[in-house]
Protein backbone atom coordinates (compact mmCIF):
# COMPACT_ATOMS: atom_id res chain seq x y z
CA UNK A 1 0.00 0.00 0.00
CA UNK A 2 1.34 3.53 -0.84
CA UNK A 3 0.80 6.58 0.91
CA UNK A 4 -0.29 10.14 0.83
CA UNK A 5 0.29 13.28 2.97
CA UNK A 6 -1.95 16.28 2.24
CA UNK A 7 0.18 19.39 3.04
CA UNK A 8 -0.31 22.00 0.30
CA UNK A 9 -2.31 24.03 2.28
CA UNK A 10 -1.32 27.77 3.43
CA UNK A 11 -2.41 27.60 7.06
CA UNK A 12 -3.94 30.65 7.41
CA UNK A 13 -5.53 30.09 10.76
CA UNK A 14 -1.72 29.16 12.09
CA UNK A 15 -0.41 32.84 10.73
CA UNK A 16 1.92 34.16 11.57
CA UNK A 17 3.81 30.85 12.24
CA UNK A 18 3.43 29.84 8.44
CA UNK A 19 4.36 33.36 7.25
CA UNK A 20 7.87 31.64 6.75
CA UNK A 21 7.15 28.01 7.47
CA UNK A 22 4.76 25.62 5.97
CA UNK A 23 2.44 23.82 8.54
CA UNK A 24 3.47 20.75 7.74
CA UNK A 25 6.98 21.54 8.78
CA UNK A 26 5.84 23.33 12.82
CA UNK A 27 7.17 21.33 15.65
CA UNK A 28 5.00 19.22 17.88
CA UNK A 29 7.82 17.82 20.85
CA UNK A 30 10.84 18.69 19.03
CA UNK A 31 9.53 17.22 15.38
CA UNK A 32 7.91 18.56 12.28
CA UNK A 33 4.42 17.10 11.87
CA UNK A 34 5.31 15.77 9.09
CA UNK A 35 7.76 13.71 10.23
CA UNK A 36 5.61 11.88 12.75
CA UNK A 37 3.07 10.94 10.07
CA UNK A 38 6.31 9.54 8.16
CA UNK A 39 7.92 7.45 10.65
CA UNK A 40 4.06 6.55 11.95
CA UNK A 41 3.87 4.90 8.16
CA UNK A 42 7.12 3.54 8.36
CA UNK A 43 6.38 1.58 11.38
CA UNK A 44 3.31 0.02 9.85
CA UNK A 45 5.67 -1.06 6.41
CA UNK A 46 4.14 1.70 4.37
CA UNK A 47 6.91 3.59 3.11
CA UNK A 48 6.19 4.54 -0.53
CA UNK A 49 4.83 7.98 0.10
CA UNK A 50 3.58 10.83 -1.81
CA UNK A 51 3.65 14.27 -0.55
CA UNK A 52 1.62 16.60 -2.34
CA UNK A 53 2.65 20.61 -1.74
CA UNK A 54 2.20 24.52 -2.79
CA UNK A 55 3.13 27.00 0.11
CA UNK A 56 6.74 26.94 0.58
CA UNK A 57 6.78 23.65 -1.01
CA UNK A 58 10.87 23.83 -1.25
CA UNK A 59 11.12 23.73 2.04
CA UNK A 60 9.43 20.24 2.77
CA UNK A 61 11.51 19.26 -0.17
CA UNK A 62 14.42 20.52 1.23
CA UNK A 63 13.96 19.32 4.49
CA UNK A 64 12.92 15.66 4.37
CA UNK A 65 14.93 15.04 0.71
CA UNK A 66 14.05 11.45 -0.71
CA UNK A 67 12.39 10.41 2.67
CA UNK A 68 15.90 7.63 3.39
CA UNK A 69 16.67 9.04 6.36
CA UNK A 70 13.45 7.78 7.95
CA UNK A 71 13.31 4.42 6.33
CA UNK A 72 10.86 5.53 3.18
CA UNK A 73 10.63 6.81 -0.58
CA UNK A 74 9.52 9.77 -0.71
CA UNK A 75 7.93 11.40 -3.81
CA UNK A 76 6.63 14.99 -4.14
CA UNK A 77 3.27 16.32 -6.22
CA UNK A 78 3.87 19.71 -6.25
CA UNK A 79 1.05 22.50 -7.09
CA UNK A 80 1.45 25.79 -8.11
CA UNK A 81 -1.75 26.64 -6.10
CA UNK A 82 -3.03 24.84 -4.05
CA UNK A 83 -5.74 22.26 -5.16
CA UNK A 84 -7.68 21.23 -2.47
CA UNK A 85 -7.88 18.03 -0.17
CA UNK A 86 -9.73 16.29 -3.53
CA UNK A 87 -7.88 18.12 -6.42
CA UNK A 88 -4.63 17.35 -4.42
CA UNK A 89 -5.32 13.63 -4.70
CA UNK A 90 -6.70 13.50 -8.52
CA UNK A 91 -3.68 15.02 -9.12
CA UNK A 92 -1.03 12.93 -7.65
CA UNK A 93 -3.25 9.58 -8.84
CA UNK A 94 -0.09 8.56 -10.90
CA UNK A 95 2.10 8.02 -8.57
CA UNK A 96 -0.53 6.21 -6.30
CA UNK A 97 -0.95 3.91 -8.60
CA UNK A 98 -4.16 1.75 -9.25
CA UNK A 99 -4.85 0.18 -5.72
CA UNK A 100 -6.66 1.43 -2.73
CA UNK A 101 -4.12 3.84 -0.60
CA UNK A 102 -4.44 5.88 2.50
CA UNK A 103 -3.96 9.34 2.72
CA UNK A 104 -3.99 11.97 5.68
CA UNK A 105 -3.99 15.49 6.33
CA UNK A 106 -0.27 16.83 7.50
CA UNK A 107 -1.92 19.04 10.25
CA UNK A 108 -3.22 16.31 12.45
CA UNK A 109 -1.26 15.29 15.40
CA UNK A 110 -2.17 11.79 16.03
CA UNK A 111 1.49 10.06 16.87
CA UNK A 112 -0.16 6.48 18.29
CA UNK A 113 -2.39 5.91 15.20
CA UNK A 114 -1.73 2.14 13.70
CA UNK A 115 -1.66 2.44 10.15
CA UNK A 116 -1.42 -1.36 9.75
CA UNK A 117 -5.14 -1.42 9.86
CA UNK A 118 -5.77 0.62 6.85
CA UNK A 119 -3.58 -2.18 4.38
CA UNK A 120 -6.61 -4.39 4.17
CA UNK A 121 -9.54 -2.44 5.33
CA UNK A 122 -11.82 -2.13 2.12
CA UNK A 123 -11.45 -6.13 1.51
CA UNK A 124 -11.59 -6.92 5.25
CA UNK A 125 -15.04 -4.61 5.65
CA UNK A 126 -17.06 -5.81 2.57
CA UNK A 127 -20.01 -6.79 3.46
CA UNK A 128 -20.81 -7.41 -0.06
CA UNK A 129 -18.36 -10.81 -0.39
CA UNK A 130 -16.14 -11.08 -3.08
CA UNK A 131 -17.08 -11.05 -5.87
CA UNK A 132 -19.04 -8.05 -5.32
CA UNK A 133 -21.14 -5.39 -6.80
CA UNK A 134 -18.93 -3.08 -7.73
CA UNK A 135 -21.98 0.16 -7.43
CA UNK A 136 -22.31 -1.81 -3.66
CA UNK A 137 -18.64 -1.88 -2.14
CA UNK A 138 -17.28 0.60 0.15
CA UNK A 139 -15.31 3.19 -2.33
CA UNK A 140 -13.65 4.37 0.93
CA UNK A 141 -12.74 4.14 4.59
CA UNK A 142 -12.57 6.72 6.81
CA UNK A 143 -11.39 6.91 10.48
CA UNK A 144 -13.19 8.81 12.73
CA UNK A 145 -12.80 10.67 16.41
CA UNK A 146 -15.32 12.08 19.18
CA UNK A 147 -15.84 15.53 18.46
CA UNK A 148 -13.61 18.15 19.47
CA UNK A 149 -14.20 21.14 21.17
CA UNK A 150 -14.33 23.48 18.17
CA UNK A 151 -16.31 21.29 15.80
CA UNK A 152 -19.26 20.19 18.09
CA UNK A 153 -21.70 19.28 15.19
CA UNK A 154 -19.32 16.77 13.64
CA UNK A 155 -19.01 15.30 10.43
CA UNK A 156 -21.23 12.12 9.80
CA UNK A 157 -23.24 9.93 11.55
CA UNK A 158 -21.63 5.92 12.11
CA UNK A 159 -24.43 3.09 12.06
CA UNK A 160 -24.28 -0.18 10.62
CA UNK A 161 -23.80 0.64 7.11
CA UNK A 162 -21.10 2.58 7.30
CA UNK A 163 -21.45 6.64 7.36
CA UNK A 164 -24.30 8.66 6.53
CA UNK A 165 -24.98 12.39 6.28
CA UNK A 166 -27.79 11.98 8.32
CA UNK A 167 -29.05 10.49 12.12
CA UNK A 168 -27.32 10.64 15.74
CA UNK A 169 -24.89 10.26 17.08
CA UNK A 170 -22.31 12.12 14.96
CA UNK A 171 -18.40 11.97 14.91
CA UNK A 172 -15.91 14.05 13.54
CA UNK A 173 -13.38 12.82 10.64
CA UNK A 174 -10.24 12.30 11.90
CA UNK A 175 -8.09 13.42 8.38
CA UNK A 176 -7.15 9.80 8.01
CA UNK A 177 -8.68 7.48 5.44
CA UNK A 178 -7.90 4.98 2.48
CA UNK A 179 -9.47 5.26 -0.76
CA UNK A 180 -9.91 3.69 -4.20
CA UNK A 181 -9.01 5.72 -7.23
CA UNK A 182 -11.79 5.57 -9.07
CA UNK A 183 -13.65 7.45 -6.16
CA UNK A 184 -11.19 10.67 -8.67
CA UNK A 185 -12.04 9.84 -11.78
CA UNK A 186 -14.63 12.78 -11.73
CA UNK A 187 -12.26 14.68 -11.19
CA UNK A 188 -9.95 16.78 -13.57
CA UNK A 189 -5.59 16.52 -12.89
CA UNK A 190 -5.53 20.22 -12.07
CA UNK A 191 -9.29 20.89 -10.84
CA UNK A 192 -9.61 22.50 -7.28
CA UNK A 193 -12.31 19.90 -5.66
CA UNK A 194 -12.59 19.05 -1.71
CA UNK A 195 -12.75 15.35 -0.18
CA UNK A 196 -16.51 16.36 1.90
CA UNK A 197 -17.94 17.32 -1.54
CA UNK A 198 -16.97 13.47 -2.47
CA UNK A 199 -17.70 12.22 1.10
CA UNK A 200 -21.57 13.38 1.32
CA UNK A 201 -21.93 12.09 -2.60
CA UNK A 202 -21.16 8.49 -2.02
CA UNK A 203 -22.53 8.23 1.47
CA UNK A 204 -25.86 9.18 0.32
CA UNK A 205 -25.26 6.37 -2.41
CA UNK A 206 -23.90 3.86 1.06
CA UNK A 207 -20.70 3.40 -0.51
CA UNK A 208 -18.74 5.53 3.06
CA UNK A 209 -17.36 2.86 5.59
CA UNK A 210 -16.02 3.93 8.81
CA UNK A 211 -14.92 3.38 12.37
CA UNK A 212 -13.91 5.25 15.63
CA UNK A 213 -10.14 5.19 16.36
CA UNK A 214 -9.25 4.56 19.69
CA UNK A 215 -5.88 6.97 20.09
CA UNK A 216 -5.58 10.69 21.24
CA UNK A 217 -6.30 12.60 18.35
CA UNK A 218 -5.75 16.86 17.56
CA UNK A 219 -6.14 19.26 15.10
CA UNK A 220 -3.29 21.22 14.91
CA UNK A 221 -5.41 24.03 13.10
CA UNK A 222 -4.58 27.14 15.68
CA UNK A 223 -1.41 28.44 17.23
CA UNK A 224 -3.13 27.56 20.48
CA UNK A 225 -3.69 24.27 19.96
CA UNK A 226 0.13 23.73 18.81
CA UNK A 227 1.28 25.33 22.20
CA UNK A 228 -1.48 23.43 24.05
CA UNK A 229 0.76 20.27 22.43
CA UNK A 230 3.96 21.71 23.31
CA UNK A 231 3.52 22.73 26.71
CA UNK A 232 5.40 21.17 29.38
CA UNK A 233 3.58 17.87 30.65
CA UNK A 234 3.94 19.24 34.49
CA UNK A 235 1.52 22.42 33.14
CA UNK A 236 -1.07 20.05 31.70
CA UNK A 237 -3.75 19.78 33.40
CA UNK A 238 -4.68 16.26 35.16
Given at each position: ?????????????????T???????L???????????????????????????A?????????????????????????????????G???????????????????????????????????????????????????????????????????????????????????T?T????????M?????????A?L??????????????G??I?????????????????????????
Open positions: MKAMILAAGRGERMMPLEHCPKPLKVRGRPLIVWHILNLVKAGITDIVINHWLGDMIENTLGDGSQFGARLQYSPEASALETAGIAQALPLLGDAPFVALAADIYCPHFNFSQCLNTLEDNDMWGNPHPHDKRDIAWLYMTANPPHHPQGDFAINLMGLSNQGEPRCFGIGVYRPEFASITPGESKVTLFHHYAGRNQLGEMACAWTDVGTPQRLAELNAPLSTLKK
